[in-house]
């Protein structure tokens, strides 16, 4: 990108990150830091089955053991009924979100948590675990989605009933949703087609893969209030459901957010917080500390949904699309919440199409509950139409590029949900791929493929609050509250230079806790760089105006006389910098301001990728890598590019070999990153990327969210390379070298 | 002012199949009632207690609405009933 084309000083450059000396030099602090005087250590007892009746159990034995100073289990939970609470994004039911937490009368899947310990230190808390007995009736259980929907399948949830956007179903089910949108004359679409393809895939349960386990510590004081410290990706998220779930007044609790390492959505549930609340309570108002094993987070946490998808789209000899169908089965794990709705509502999200039917299911499974994961249910369901996409294209004999762009989706044409698109950047994607030299370059070689696939995410807005003071020297403090994954205090804090005209260097932003800043939402939803943008812009402005007030009185002549221009007041000769102002300052300048956003623009990429296949092991190298994506204006381009490399090489951990494996009685045997394969750098080439930017007219900067888009492609990328490669179509992920070996026994003569 | 709802397909039931269907209403709230005369039931599935039922947004002109039935319609729009969705 060329600098001297921007209309921006600060937007579009490259600055160090404020917290990149913390965090390079070890100082900077981690959940798993937090030390405090007389601080406990908790842990939990899991469940070793995947389906089972508590029928008892006795903690006496663990009690007795030295060191041990509380044990708590589902009991300790305060009773709460059917009370369906707004996580931000989308609903849950609280009793569910407890039954998880620590298990009451069942069990629901290997790993969930039973009871937990607070003793001395960690050893003895391991130990005690073992001293619990637990009495169990084991019961048949179900691991597979379309298993679990048939009839005589084991059921999870008794009092479940099927929803259909209000309408309730009237019989026991593990079908916890059903969602349908629907357009046009789907009969009418095929008998138009030429050229139908309709397949069937799966993919597997998947993990988000951060590196930091969950960890938070709990301090219940006497007077009643909680102080929690966690690694979190959204302070008042923890707030809320702790309040909710302890049934405590939310103003009670206080949330310090630590850094974080890493998230992807898996880090807005909580898990330990109200575990290790009810320990210190119990521990005559200890502080406890808990924090998780790998074998813990994979096997206690919420991974992402396994799916079955059917998907049918037919296409005239021109290659117009004449109709799309889709059937989406995800499993949510032991209570409902799969991301289905938006694995419905992405799956055709890229294409203009007049007759369309999506049906979805959210169905309830032995397996651990479901939380969000990266454009949540996009790659499940983008996998398979974008792997039909190419297989249309093969058919019609056409351009894989171009039958993409002739069925673009354009600024006002309708998505499959329903909503019409704004400004949109597809269709400049789409153009930057072909053009770009990757896919214009020659592959050659025997088993070597070339793959493309889109990828589509909604993007959020959400609630977020900042505040900022100037400083004497003329630096502007800048307190947020969302928490920093991508680098958002480097984005954040230059969107506010930018509005004050004056440099990146002179904002110190800071993330702090829930008593300290108004309310913001999770970093999630590839939010935050568009939603605290907003915030910060607001504030700038603010501010500028209390600055501009503060001249006219130092120069004694009303405020209009006061220009301000790129970070400097003037007025009839008179001249006085942000800096020289603020020295001047008898009152001191701060403001807030709050915001709720709805102007969030939909994102779209184009991933190429080329691949080598070894038929006799089937193990697949990836030799290049280009990701494509309108990323809005990149308000700091290495961020954005990061973002599109690190969704794109999670795209390929999932694409190529990441998965849960059980056992017969639905035990997870893969409870550690030897055994879960997620890519290293060792399995990945240098990721090249294209920043297309379709500036968002619902941000004052452009932003549009880029954080998700990329893990969409990768998936359907790779199956249509090892395609090209090799002729044998993969519809099931993990495309583990087994299973590619089998397809290729299958398709080679 | 009169505006375009786009009836859910799994409502259409209520509707004798209509996609779409033109209805005057100032807030969303009239909106819902104003629908609920004409196809009686349908407001039942999309309220409870007052309100949208949880897991239902309402989409205006391709916004989402934080403010659910509270929502005024300052002009002629086009309004969907979508289920709720989550980000990571």
Known sequence: MSRTSSPYKVIGSRPLRPDGIDKVTGRALYGADVKLPGMLHGKVLRSPHAHARILSIDASAALALSGVRAVVTGD??????????????????????????????????????????AAD?????????????????????????RAAMRA????????????????????????????????????????????????????????????????????????????????TQGAFYVQEQVAELLQMPTSHIMVTPMEIGGGFGGKINVYLEPVAALLSRKTGRRPVKMTMTRADVLAGTGPTSGSYIRVKMGARHDGAFTAAEAELVYEAGAYPGSPVGSGCGSIFAAYKLENVQVDGYDVVVNRPKSAAYRAPGGTNAIFASESVVDELAEKLGLDPLALRLQNAVREGDRRVDGPVYNRIGYVETLEAARAHAHYQAPLTGKHRGRGVAAGFWF?????????????????????????????????IAMQLAETLGIPYEDIRPQVVGTASVGYNDVT??????????????????????????????????????????????????????????????????????????????????????????????????????????????????????????????????WALNEEY??????????????????????????????????PNPGHPYGVRGVGEVPIVPPAAALANAIYHATGARMHELPMSPARIVAKLAEVTP | MIHEVWIPPVHRDLTGGLERVQVE???????????????????????????????????????????GLRQRLHAPCEIHFVPAMAGG
């Open chain 1, 121 to 145: 230190n960690v050893h003895i808390a391991e130990d005690a675990l073992r001293l619990i007995k637990v009495e169990y009736e084991v019961l048949p259980h179900v691991l597979d989605g």
């Open chain 1, 661 to 694: 494996v059980y056992d017969d009685e639905g035990r997870l045997l893969n409870t550690s990153l030897l055994d879960y394969r997620m890519p290293t750098t060792l399995d990945l080439p240098m990721i090249d990327t294209v920043l297309v930017e379709v």
């Open chain 2, 25 to 67: 209403a100032a807030t969303v709230s009239a909106l819902v009632a104003a629908l609920d005369a004409r196809f009686p039931g349908i407001a039942a599935r999309l309220t409870r207690d007052g309100k949208l039922r949880p897991g239902i947004a309402i989409a205006i002109d391709g916004v989402l609405s934080p403010r």
């Open chain 1, 524 to 653: 999630g939803g590839s939010r935050t760089t568009f939603g605290a943008g907003w915030a910060v812009y607001e504030v700038g402005n603010k501010l500028l105006a209390e600055m501009r007030q503060r001249a006219a009185d130092y120069w004694d002549v009303p405020v209009e006389a006061v220009a301000v221009d790129n970070g400097v007041f003037t007025q009839n000769g008179d001249r006085l910098t942000f800096r020289e102002l603020a020295g001047k300052l008898d009152v001191p300048v701060t403001v807030s301001a709050s915001v709720h956003p709805q102007g969030y623009g939909p994102g779209f990429g184009l991933h190429i990728v080329d691949v080598e296949v070894d038929v006799e092991t089937g193990k697949v190298t990836i030799l290049r890598y280009t990701a494509v994506q309108d990323v809005g204006t990149a308000i700091h381009p290495s961020y954005v590019e990061g973002q599109l490399q690190g969704g794109a090489a999670q795209g390929v951990g």
């Open chain 1, 152 to 231: 005589g399948a084991p059921i999870l949830l008794p009092e479940l009933r099927t929803d259909e956007l209000g309408k309730q179903g009237d019989a026991p089910t593990n079908v916890a949703a059903h969602i349908r949108h629907q357009r046009g004359d789907l009969a009418q679409g095929f008998a138009e087609a030429d050229v139908i393809v309709e397949r069937t895939f799966h993919t597997a349960t998947v993990h988000q893969g951060y590196i930091e386990p969950q960890t938070a510590t709990a301090l219940w004081n006497e007077d009643d209030t909680l102080h929690i410290w966690c690694s």
């Open chain 1, 459 to 491: 993007n959020w807005g959400g609630k977020s609050s900042v505040t900022a003071s100037v400083n004497a020297d003329g630096a502007v403090n800048l307190i947020e509250g969302s928490t920093d994954i991508g680098g958002s205090r480097a984005s």
């Open chain 1, 76 to 117: 300790d939970m305060p009773s709460i009924g059917d009370k369906i609470a707004d996580s931000g994004e989308s609903v849950v039911n609280l009793r569910y979100v407890s039954n998880n937490l620590l298990a009451r009368d069942r069990v629901l899947y290997y790993g969930h948590a039973v009871a937990a310990v």
